[in-house]
C-alpha cells in the first residue's frame, strides 16, 4: 500500500513505532499457541505492495467486463479452507448479496503472480479478492465515501484483516478514487455468481518448490524471508504436525504456473545457494 504517513509530525510517527511494535509483539505472541496435531503455514515475500511504477496510467481506458454466465472455476473454491488458523466457508449466495466494510487494494507486489483461481493478477484490470463469494463472481462495488462505483470480477481469495471485507486491484482502486487513502467504506452488491458445482481439483495438484526442511524454524524464516525479497516470490513455511517425532518446517516457493516458471526459479535459486530443491505437489 502507498505510505499515507509520509511527513506526519514527529509525535504522530513515535506513536506509530510503539503502535506498530505492539502489533508485532502480539503477533509474535499468537504464534506460539498453534493447536497441537494441526499444520500451519507462515508466508513470506517482498516486504511492501505499492502502486506501478508509472502512476500516470489512465484507468479510464480499462474497459468495463462483458459480463457473461462463467463456469465456477476449476481452483479457488475449496471449502472450507484455512488461512493464518482462521477457517472460512466459501459461500453460495443469492440475488441479494450485499456487504459494507473498508475495503483495500493490491497491486506491484502480487502482479503477474497467480490468483486463488490460477489466473494471473493484472493489477491494470478491474479484479478484486473476496473470503467467501464463490470464482468467478461479479460484484458492484460503490465507494461510499465519493460515490464512485464500479463492477469488478472476483478471482482471489483475500483480505484475511478481520476488519475488511474485499481487496481491490491498483486499477479498480484508483478509478474508485483510494489508492491514495489506502483503504475507504464500500458497499458490495452481486451482479452475477459462477454457474455450476464448485468443485476444486487444484487443493491436489498446486506445484512448489520445496528448498528444505529444516528443524530450526528461525532458521526457516530467514531463508524464507532472504528467497522471497531475492526472487519476488511467495515463499511459505509450512510446520509439519506436533504428533510427528521431530518437528520440521518446510520451505516452499509457489504456487507455480507451468514449467516455464519452475524452471525460471530453479536457476533462480540455484545463484541464491540453493541446489536441493525438489517438486512438491499439493
Not at 510446520?239 to 524452471?263: K, M
Request: proline share 6%.
Amino acid at each position: 500500500m502507498t505510505n499515507t504517513f509520509r511527513g506526519a509530525p514527529p509525535r504522530v510517527l513515535l506513536w506509530l513505532t510503539l503502535a506498530v511494535a505492539i502489533c508485532l509483539t502480539g503477533c509474535d505472541n499468537n504464534r506460539q499457541h498453534k493447536k497441537p496435531g494441526q499444520e500451519t503455514t507462515e508466508t513470506y515475500g517482498p516486504p511492501v505492495d505499492a502502486p506501478p511504477d508509472d502512476e500516470t496510467f489512465d484507468v479510464q481506458r480499462v474497459a468495463d467486463w462483458d459480463i457473461r454466465p462463467e463456469p465456477a472455476s476449476e481452483f479457488g473454491n475449496h471449502s472450507p479452507y484455512e488461512v493464518l488458523g482462521q477457517s472460512y466457508e466459501v459461500t453460495h449466495p443469492d440475488a441479494h448479496f450485499s456487504q459494507t466494510g473498508l475495503a483495500s487494494w493490491y497491486g506491484k507486489k502480487f502482479h503477474g503472480r497467480l490468483t486463488s483461481n490460477r489466473e494471473t493478477f493484472d493489477m491494470y484490470r478491474f479484479t478484486a479478492a473476496h473470503r467467501t463469494l464463490p470464482l468467478p463472481s461479479y460484484v458492484r462495488v460503490t465507494n461510499l465515501k465519493n460515490g464512485r462505483s464500479l463492477v469488478v470480477r472476483v478471482n482471489d481469495r483475500g483480505p484475511f484483516k478481520a476488519d475488511r471485507i474485499i481487496d481491490l486491484s491498483w486499477a479498480a482502486a484508483k478509478k474508485l478514487g483510494y489508492v491514495d487513502d489506502g483503504i475507504t467504506k464500500v458497499r458490495i452488491e452481486l451482479v452475477q455468481a459462477p454457474q455450476g458445482d464448485m468443485t476444486d481439483a487444484g487443493q491436489s495438484g498446486l506445484l512448489f518448490l520445496q528448498v528444505g526442511a529444516f528443524a530450526d524454524e528461525q532458521k526457516a524464516k530467514t531463508i524464507a524471508k532472504h528467497i522471497g525479497q531475492k526472487t519476488q516470490s511467495t515463499v511459505h513455511i509450512r510446520a509439519t504436525e506436533h504428533s510427528q517425532p521431530s518437528r520440521l518446517y518446510r520451505v516452499r516457493v509457489g504456487p507455480l504456473a507451468n514449467q516455464a516458471q519452475i524452471q525460471r526459479l530453479k536457476q533462480r535459486l540455484k545463484k541464491l545457494g540453493f541446489e536441493q530443491h525438489r517438486l512438491v505437489v499439493e
